[in-house]
């Protein structure tokens, strides 16, 4: 039934509270590949000492982090043993993390996205909105949501 999983994983611990919960799905469905996708998502406007970054030097600074994503998410799947399932990671820039994970899962058929929700409520979740909520109403592929450790009944 899946055979092709999608892991959005943004280098927190609470993210790979999911990753468990990938293993039993990989295990039990026969799962073909997992996909531990990351984000690195553009700034709208980033305010120095002499004033607003240019394009040029807002892209420097995104580039200087890729080389820490990409050790991030080799070193999440060489802990990782499946038989038989394809592990293989993606690295994205842009804007709107959660656009482009439903847009990756629609344009590389997967089948299945497991994300953490961190739970936010109140002002918190209004500043900063839940990139989980938007992909579970974005993406056109079933999603697990899996709650953190640590999460408190209620709204």
């Not at 943004?10 to 999911?18: R, T």
């Not at 990989?26 to 709208?44: N, Q």
Request: charged residues 20%.
């Amino acid at each position: 039934m899946y055979n092709k999983i999608l892991v959005p994983l943004d280098g927190s611990k609470l993210a790979e509270c999911v990753l468990p919960h990938v293993e039993s799905i990989a295990k039990g469905c026969g799962v073909r590949s997992i996909v531990f996708l990351s984000v690195i998502e553009l700034m709208l406007k980033v305010v120095g000492a002499r004033g607003v970054l240019t394009e040029e030097q807002e892209r420097q600074l995104r580039e200087k982090q890729r080389p820490d994503v990409e050790n991030y998410l080799k070193q999440i799947i060489n802990a990782i043993k499946y038989d038989n399932v394809n592990l293989q990671s993606e690295i994205i820039m842009g804007e709107q993390p959660a656009n482009i994970i439903a847009n990756y899962a629609t344009d590389n058929d997967v089948d299945l996205i497991v994300i953490a929700t961190h739970g936010r409520s109140g002002i918190s979740r209004w500043v900063w909105g839940s990139v989980a909520d938007r992909i579970l109403r974005s993406a056109c592929v079933p999603v697990l949501m899996v709650r953190a450790p640590g999460c408190f009944p209620g709204i």
